[in-house]
T-cell receptor, first 114, second 115 residues
Framework: DAKTTQPTSMDCAEGRAANLPCNHSTISGNEYVYWYRQIHSQGPQYIIHGLKNNETNEMASLIITEDRKSSTLILPHATLRDTAVYYCIVRVGRNSGGYQKVTFGIGTKLQVIP | DTEVTQTPKHLVMGMTNKKSLKCEQHMGHRAMYWYKQKAKKPPELMFVYSYEKLSINESVPSRFSPECPNSSLLNLHLHALQPEDSALYLC??????????????FGNGTRLTVT
């Protein structure tokens, strides 16, 4: 799986958009970009994933550059409950055995400030 | 609330004890996972089961013994642990072969302390 690079930490004012970048310059054509987050003392939570098109769901938007070498997770109106570690993961959709070997990097610690 | 339930939430055990962690999901997922997470570190993969068969063992010491009795249940049996095994143990599941791109669903973990 391709490696990802994320800033170690970011701050965002409450109510503003949080834009979390991820660099994945060695991504392959069949690799997806996934985002998870982990709020303190909870398990990781899936947010969104995409292959090449921009994606949006009720939690966030995912913008993938045309060359697919980087992406940005956007939380449109950050709240205090969005304070968490955000993980960007690049991987093939599934292994042939029907499972996904998901490896977490260090992630970005997002602090939403009142 | 999550759709993956882990019990117990907290566990304290001595180095000579035998205990088990339990994970349950009723989403029809056919792949299940154990991760270990030390404080301020990312989760680390331990085991993967696919269709009730062990598919990945990430060189985990034998004092950790996984078991998948059926497609909804995943256990982690613990024996003769060391204090450095104290961590948050996370269970996850995903759809399996029919779910290309399907994400992992995590429980909230069991916080284990070995004394």
């Amino acid at each position: 799986d391709a490696k990802t690079t994320q800033p170690t930490s970011m701050d965002c004012a409450e109510g503003r958009a949080a834009n979390l970048p991820c660099n994945h310059s060695t991504i392959s054509g069949n690799e997806y970009v996934y985002w998870y987050r982990q709020i303190h003392s909870q398990g990781p939570q899936y947010i969104i994933h995409g292959l090449k098109n921009n994606e949006t769901n009720e939690m966030a938007s995912l913008i993938i550059t045309e060359d697919r070498k980087s992406s940005t997770l956007i939380l449109p109106h950050a709240t205090l409950r969005d304070t968490a570690v955000y993980y960007c993961i690049v991987r093939v959709g599934r292994n042939s055995g029907g499972y996904q070997k998901v490896t977490f990097g260090i992630g970005t610690k997002l602090q939403v400030i009142p | 609330d999550t759709e993956v339930t882990q019990t117990p939430k907290h566990l304290v055990m001595g180095m000579t004890n035998k205990k088990s962690l339990k994970c349950e999901q009723h989403m029809g997922h056919r792949a299940m996972y154990w991760y270990k997470q030390k404080a301020k570190k990312p989760p680390e993969l331990m085991f993967v089961y696919s269709y009730e068969k062990l598919s990945i063992n990430e060189s985990v010491p034998s004092r950790f013994s996984p078991e998948c009795p059926n497609s909804s249940l995943l256990n982690l049996h613990l024996h003769a642990l060391q204090p450095e095994d104290s961590a948050l143990y996370l269970c996850a599941s995903s759809r399996g072969l029919q779910g290309i791109g399907s994400p992992l669903h995590f429980g909230n973990g069991t916080r284990l302390t070995v004394t």
